[in-house]
């Protein structure tokens, strides 16, 4: 039980991370020049904000799992 708590901790830090990357890549000249001209972010920002989200809520999902099955 310990494992799937401290395995979904780590992911959820990692899926928090991944966001903020993307979050401050998304202010980069690139991007910028992207969603002027396109409407969108590049492809990694994309893929880090959407993989941030992802991961985090794995990482959510396994600490709530953990935290509320019953202890025998």
């Known amino acids: 039980m310990r494992t799937?708590?401290?395995?979904?901790?780590?992911?959820?830090?990692?899926?928090v991370l991944?966001?903020?990357t993307g979050a401050n890549a998304s202010h980069?000249?690139?991007?910028?020049v992207?969603?002027?001209?396109y409407g969108r972010f590049t492809q990694a920002t994309t893929w880090y904000i959407l993989?941030?989200?992802?991961?985090?809520?794995?990482?959510?999902?396994?600490?709530?799992?953990s935290l509320l099955t019953k202890r025998t």
């Open 18 to 20: 991944l966001l903020i």
């Open 51 to 65: 993989g941030g989200v992802g991961i985090g809520l794995v990482g959510l999902y396994l600490m709530l799992a």
């Open 34 to 37: 992207s969603n002027t001209f």
């Open 4 to 15: 799937n708590l401290i395995f979904g901790t780590l992911l959820l830090i990692g899926g």
């Open 28 to 32: 980069s000249l690139a991007d910028q």
